[in-house]
């Protein structure tokens, strides 16, 4: 079993809708949870960052967190073609050193 | 104020070369991550630095792979005899110290040929 778990995707949704992303991982002690956007060719940009159960909002994005069933997810409202990019999550291992463990990210298409 | 620096931004070598990359941090970021990434993949950890010492290096695949971080600021990963397996980007990440925020540079793609 990986830590990290995402569906590759591709996930299509048409502008305007809510884009909903997953991402299970293994270790039950994990404490930090983190979202990156990637564009094709390029550096991996932090988008959301949640510690607590719950919910997070920022803008058009919200974070979800649910230690319980070890799964956290992203909400993107109202998206547009430019949040077409690879969506990585990345958590911070329980005694990791802060070092990050990425799924394999799931690529997001916003159709117009 | 400046992000994360890398150089080159692309390395192209032949099998068995020796290359080193190098990573400039966000200034007074103490903190420093080196990373790899293949297609289609996400970010596989290598290595973390606090300060100057190699505080994990777990993820470094084998004694070809070494990094360092002489005076604490800019580091320099090494790789020796590379390989057409090595070919990935490399990205750097630097934070203010553990446990904060990691922000990546945009990355170093070597292709070994």
């Known amino acids: 079993q990986k830590e990290v778990e995402q569906n590759s995707g591709p996930l299509s949704v048409p502008e305007g809708a809510i884009a909903s992303l997953n991402c299970t991982y293994s270790d039950r002690g994990s404490q930090s949870f983190f979202w990156y956007r990637q564009y094709s060719g390029k550096s991996p940009e932090l988008i959301m960052f949640i510690y607590s159960n719950g919910d997070k909002e920022d803008g058009r994005f919200t974070a979800q967190l649910n230690k319980a069933s070890q799964y956290v997810s992203l909400l993107i409202r109202d998206s547009q073609p430019s949040d077409s990019a690879t969506y990585l999550c990345?958590?911070?291992?329980?005694?990791?050193?802060?070092?990050?463990?990425f799924g394999a990210g799931t690529r997001l298409a916003v159709h117009p | 104020g400046a992000g994360v620096s890398q150089t080159p931004s692309n390395k192209v070598t032949e099998k068995g070369k020796y290359v080193e990359l190098r990573c400039d941090p966000i200034s007074g970021h103490t903190a420093l991550y080196w990373y790899r990434q293949s297609l289609g993949q996400g970010p596989e950890f290598l290595i973390y630095?606090?300060?100057?010492?190699?505080?994990?290096d777990s993820g470094l695949p084998n004694d070809r792979f070494f990094a360092v971080r002489p005076e604490g600021s800019v580091s320099t990963l090494k790789i020796q005899r590379t390989e057409r397996g090595d070919s990935a980007v490399y990205l750097c990440a630097s934070s203010e110290q553990q446990g904060y925020i990691q922000y990546f540079g945009a990355g170093t793609r070597l292709s070994v040929l």
């Open positions: 630095f606090q300060g100057t010492g190699a505080a994990d």
């Open positions: 990345a958590v911070i291992l329980s005694g990791g050193y802060n070092k990050l463990i």
